[in-house]
């Protein structure tokens, strides 16, 4: 069961989003029940050592915005692409697994984890739309262009909120995101993190 590998105190956001539900404006999932869901795998994955800032806190941070957002309804971005309790689950899902295989060597992650999504789901279930989340979690790759206002748009706001809702959280997101590519020399460091900071201004911009 989700709640017995869950600290809602360390975990609220999660916590909030996959089993207390009191303030999801949508009718109660059972996550558990979803063919191919696994939360001890999720909780594995995110677990792993070479892992820094694409952890669990970095989910529990997605689903805590994503919470209050949702009591906001001044956020249109929110209430324009979450319109159904289907979007809410495909949404959720697409959060979960959107970093399941994360690999600092590599540039293919986000393609490698929606293969590992699209392998253990089910795609004749009708709760969530497995396309959808398959296109969303490669959406965190900022090279790709998103339809303003769409589930898409939604999740790369909340995945790159930590770089630019304060200088504290963008401080120490770098210094977790530094430790990750400490292979790097400083040099090819500066130059790929250059490279993202300018992937989110032109998405944010443009």
């Known amino acids: 069961m989700i709640k017995d590998l869950l600290d809602p105190d360390e975990y609220p ?48 941070k997605m689903c805590s915005l994503l919470i209050s957002m949702l009591e906001d309804d001044s956020f249109l ?15 959720i899902l697409a959060i979960l697994y959107h970093d399941f295989v994360y690999n600092p060597l590599v540039k293919d992650n986000e393609e490698r984890s929606s293969e590992s999504f699209r392998k253990r789901f089910n795609s004749e279930d009708e709760s969530y739309d ?29 995945d790159c909120e930590g770089f630019t809702n304060s200088k504290e959280n963008l401080l120490k997101n770098e210094l977790n995101i530094m430790k990750e590519y400490q292979f790097l020399s400083w040099e090819e460091y ?5 490279e993202f900071f300018n992937k989110i201004v032109d998405f944010r911009i443009g």
Do not use: C, M, W
């Open 130 to 158: 497995l396309k959808r989340v398959l296109e969303i979690i490669r959406s965190s790759d900022l090279t790709k262009e998103v339809k303003e206002g769409s589930l898409e748009d939604l999740f790369r706001n909340l």
């Open 13 to 60: 956001g999660l916590y909030q989003v996959l089993v207390k539900q009191d303030r999801v404006p949508f009718e109660h999932v059972h996550y558990d029940e979803i063919e191919g869901f696994n939360f001890q795998a999720i909780k594995l994955a995110y677990s792993e050592k070479q892992r820094y800032h694409h952890t669990l806190l970095h989910l529990d």
């Open 190 to 194: 500066q130059k790929g993190r250059r």
């Open 77 to 91: 971005l929110v209430t324009e692409a979450i319109t159904s309790r289907e979007d809410f689950i495909t949404f």
